[in-house]
């Protein structure tokens, strides 16, 4: 079956600084990755939406400049938190669609930010 | 603005007892509505319906899809404690253009099952 994988995991980091999580397909070319956040005891919330090759698509309410998004392959999609704070400690789901376009979804990546 | 909404949020059973989840939606361009179990981490996938009336099954879940009431339901026969987990509805509301595939989750019902 379709395999997505994210890293890393979990990180713990300080307020200010980047995080860069990565989501990868692992056995087929995915066309489309979305991204995700899902809150303690809320569901997922898509945030964007990104095309390999061309600028992702932000759900409303999610800045952009604040989230940076590159599909740079068929493979891989990178989400950056930018300057993170403690509001932005959630879970990081992605996932991935190819042909046909079920979504698989990543392990997700847990951010903490102190 | 496309919405789903799945009831109860939360259900405590005893092993042995068959539950059914309910999901209901409003959204534009229907494409096709998706059931995820999850657990600690990411949903795993379990259906996916984009016909009317037609049930899919596996194993002790089976599930289906109403289109003129707008809703589905998830039955799990059976219970076990290893089915305990949050169970998502998702719907694919294909808008089209940069939209393709978006998908809108409902709340979740955190499934409890007592040994």
């Known amino acids: 079956g379709a395999v997505v994988s994210q890293h890393p995991s979990w990180v713990i980091c300080k307020s200010g600084t980047s995080v860069k999580i990565e989501c990868r397909s692992l056995?087929?070319?995915?066309?489309?990755m979305f991204w995700y956040r899902q809150f303690p005891k809320q569901s997922l919330m898509l945030m964007a939406t990104?095309?390999?090759?061309?600028?992702?698509?932000?759900e409303q309410g999610v800045e952009k400049d604040k989230f940076l998004i590159n599909h740079a392959s068929l493979t891989l999609s990178t989400l950056t938190v930018t300057s993170a704070h403690p509001e932005d400690s959630s879970f990081y789901i992605c996932?991935?669609?190819?042909?046909?376009?079920?979504?698989?979804f990543g392990p997700g990546t847990r951010l903490t930010v102190l | 603005e496309d919405k789903v909404v799945q009831s109860p949020l939360s259900l405590v059973v005893h092993e042995g007892d068959t539950v059914t989840l309910n999901c209901s939606y409003e959204?534009?361009?229907?494409?096709?509505l998706l059931w995820y179990k999850q657990e600690k981490k990411a949903p795993t996938f379990l259906f996916m319906l984009?016909?009317s009336g037609i049930e899919k099954k596996s194993g002790r879940l089976s599930s289906i899809l109403d289109k003129k009431e707008l809703s589905s339901i998830l039955n799990i026969t059976a219970t076990q404690t290893g089915d305990s987990a949050i169970y998502l509805c998702?719907?694919?509301?294909w808008g089209g253009g940069t939209s393709y595939g978006k998908l809108t989750f409902g709340q979740g019902t955190i499934l409890t099952v007592h040994p």
């Open positions: 996932s991935a669609s190819g042909n046909p376009d079920t979504q698989y």
């Open positions: 056995d087929f070319q995915a066309t489309t």
């Open positions: 990104s095309n390999e090759g061309s600028k992702a698509t932000y």
């Open positions: 959204v534009t361009n229907f494409r096709s």
């Open positions: 984009t016909s």
């Open positions: 998702a719907v694919d509301g």
